[in-house]
Structures are given as structure tokens and as C-alpha cells.
């Protein structure tokens, strides 16, 4: 049986995979009517089936010229596994894997075909509840006690270690500062203290195991049990401000929120409803007057005579509406779990939405601030600044491009912009990725470099080879070198039938 790549664009690739999957099973006692798979992996008394089949996409350097697709055999599976299930020591190497198109692998995982009875299933991930409970991470055994006044001497500074504690454990955490994804700044807000209130208010540190599993490694104390705090639940609700929102959502997170647009609201609505509109939130949403009185946009920079306009200024100048898609760069993550568990929020298909924005132009607002000619001032970025401290930019042949249509927006499909989506300012980067999009914007910055913070130098917004699968494995020098992630590549998502659909 074979499938085109055009067939494989139209099926989901998890689909494909249970369908491929049971025509290999079916066949493995049968392995007469395919010769060309007949050999050790497939032999007529195995009688076990294939177990954890996925499609991985191929590295351009695999990637065959079209044609014919062809059996390809790789092995993984140790001799005792692979005489487990049925096969000799010829395949005692090898998982199955089958070229399906030019650009597509159908593998099995060597936990699956190896390790795990065929119908074993993977356990389900803990609850942010079932982390919250489990004690402080790393063996304990052998490590010194020691007081929070300790602890508070490890803040850094020159030549300095970074300490923190999480519950009664103390954790070194030096070497990780600059790679912390929220900033070297956030997390040394915590050093020479306690991580625990910053915790409860970036929820998203209980949204998988990983962060837990990365102190077990860092500890280097025990506090003293008289000094361990338990009081954090008597501490205001950061979130408890946050607008109320549809249920509707499909929910990765509520604290901070991060929800996506169900597949059928899609489906039926080119332009997506507000409440229905993707939500993609790092922090609690800013605390603006309902009128927008008191906001400022402060403008500033190379090239330009440092000024604030008011938000009815704004509204003033000469209006654009634009039809504008905006996507977040993890959109479609959980489908990479197929082949390897990916970090970050897993987002299925509904991280993507359209909106008609209603605005001012970006670049009649840095030329109203004075910036004519960037090029004469060695303007290279225009930063924006959000009410919540997160900061990004674009380059400034997007920002001043008048085709490039790049908007402070006001409006969303002829609303005022919600608090949700960047009230009373969000900028709109057309074709852009979405966390250039930045909200609740208060400040753009025209400058000659980059702006700083993880969200435009971190390496989880760089660009780097498909083959790079442990951003651990990067150094400094080589993140600083990568190019952040500005466009996105076009791709296309099947919304009916649904996944799953007979």
C-alpha cells in the first residue's frame, strides 16, 4: 500500500499512522503478498504486532528525489528485545521504519517496539496540582542545613553564586540564570530567596515536570525546618483581575492563560470572533482604566524626538483596518509528541485566529515622533514595550515599509480592543510571528539593535537546523548568533473531518 505526499496532506498524520499500523499488522503473518518486507523483521510466525508506530519527518540531508516509495529498514531494538518479539538477531538492531512519501518516515519508538508490551499505554502527565504536592526536588542525603540568612548571602554580584529555595530545598543556580526563559531578570528577583511566590504567579512552572526535574540537579542545601515559610496561600491572587473568558477555549492554563480557538469556530468563521480569539498570556493582563485615561505611548529613540501620545491622540491620526492572522510559534506542538515529547505548552491546531484591526500605522507614528530617515541614524529595530515588562521587536524595514502595514492597533473586528488581546495597544505585524505582536503596548523604541529579554534573544525564539533536538546542547555564543524568528513558514491545517472522524 502507498501513500502519496499528496495523500499525506490530506490525512493527519496520526491518522495515517493507525492506518499504516494496522496494514503492517495485518500483513506480518502474511508476509508473502508484500516480498519486499518480507525478511526478519516480518516473520510468518512472529504473531506479535508492531507496537508505537508515528510519522517523523525526514532531514533534508535523508530526504530521497521523488519516487517510488521503498522499504527502508533501521535498527535500534537490543538482541534480547528484538527475540522478544519475534525477530532474529539479523534485525536485533532495529526498530521497523518505512519510507511512506519523499518526506516522511513511519517509525516505531524503541520504548515502544522494545520496552513496552504492545498494549501498554503512556501514563498520563501529572496535574499542576499533583507537582504543587510533591516535595522540593534533588536527594537531600549528605547536604549541609542551613538558615535563610545563609541562603541570603548567595545573591550574585561579582564573582557570586545564585541561591534560591523552593519549599526546604536550597538550589544553586548560577550557571542557570541566563538561560531562565523568562529572563535573567525575573529569576533573580528570587536570588538569596524563595521561588515559591514567583511560582504561584507564573502558574506555568507546574504546567509539566520540567522545571522540577531541572532544580533536582541544582541543590546544594536543606533549610532548617524552622525556617521554611508555608504562608503563601495568604498571598493576593495576581490573576484574580483577569477578564472572564468563554468556555469555549480549549485551556492549556488559566493562571496565567493560554487557551486556543476550537477547530469548529475555525471552521466556520474566517474572521474569528473576540471571546473566541486565541489566548496567548505570560503574565496576569495589565490593569488599564476601562476609558484608557491616564495611558501613554512613550516614543523614543534613535532618530526621534522623545514624545507621549495619549490614546485619543492616537485615535486622531489617520486610520487603517486590516484583516490579519496572527499564529504563536508553538502552534501545532503537541503533534510533535508523534515522534519526541516536546517542551512548552502543547498546543494542538487553535494557537492561530484572524481579526480585522483597526489602528494607527507604526510608521506615521515614528514619523510624527520625527524618525524620516532611519537609515541616516543607524536604525536597524523598532522595540515594542508592554505594560506587563515583556519586550520584543521587528526590523525596521517591516516597521517603516509602507506596504508593510504594521499597526498599533485600537480596534479588533470594530470593538475596542479587549483587555485580553492588548488594551488599550497592541501592535499588529502582519505575516509576523505572534509574539512580535506584542500587547498592552506602552513604549516603542527605534534602535540599532535588538531588543533585549528572552522573548527576542532567548533560544526558544531562535531559528536553528531541524536536526538540533536539545536546545541544552547550544552554547551561549551560538544562541547570540542565531537569527530570531520573525516570518513564519506557510502551512495548512485539516479542520473537517476532525481527527479521529471514521
Known sequence: H?????????LQQETVSKKLEGLLNSQQNDAAAHPSLAGPLFPPSAGKPLPGLALRPLPPSETPPLAPPRPHIQCECSPESAREHGRDDAASTSAVALLVSSSYLLTTTKSAACEAPPDDEEGDEPSAEELKQRPA??????????????????????????????KDGVYDITEFVEGHPGGAQKIMLAAGGRVDPYWNLYQQHFSTGFPLEALAGMRVATLHPSEIKVDDDELPDPYASDPVRSNELIYHGSSPCNAETPEWITAENWITPNEFFYVRHHHPVPIVAADGSGYKLKVRGEG?????????????????????????????????????????????????????????????????????HAEEHGVEHVHFHSLDDM?????????????GDVLLAYEMNGEAMPPDHGFPIRAVVPGHVGVRNVKW???????????????????AYKGFPPGLLDLGKVSAHQVDKAVGVQELPVQSVILTPQEGSP
Request: one cysteine or more; proline letters at 6%.
Open 2 to 10: 502507498t501513500f502519496s505526499p499528496l495523500s499525506l496532506s490530506l
Open 137 to 166: 526536588p534533588g536527594d537531600a542525603k549528605g547536604l549541609p542545613v542551613i538558615t535563610r540568612e545563609e541562603l541570603a548571602k548567595h545573591k550574585g554580584g561579582p564573582g557570586g553564586r545564585v541561591w534560591v529555595s523552593y
Open 304 to 372: 526621534v524626538a522623545e514624545r507621549s501620545f495619549s490614546l485619543e491622540e492616537l485615535k486622531k491620526m489617520p486610520k487603517r483596518e486590516i484583516p490579519v492572522t496572527i499564529q504563536c510559534a508553538g502552534n501545532r506542538r503537541s503533534h510533535f509528541d508523534i515522534v519526541r515529547k516536546a517542551q512548552g505548552i502543547p498546543w494542538n491546531t487553535g494557537a492561530v485566529s484572524t481579526a480585522v484591526f483597526g489602528g494607527v500605522l507604526l510608521r506615521d507614528v515614528l514619523e510624527a515622533a520625527g524618525l524620516k
Open 391 to 403: 519586550q520584543a521587536s521587528i526590523p525596521v524595514s517591516k516597521a517603516l515599509n509602507p506596504r
Open 441 to 459: 503596548v506602552d513604549e516603542v523604541v527605534a534602535s540599532k539593535v535588538e531588543a533585549e529579554g528572552m522573548w527576542q534573544r532567548g533560544a
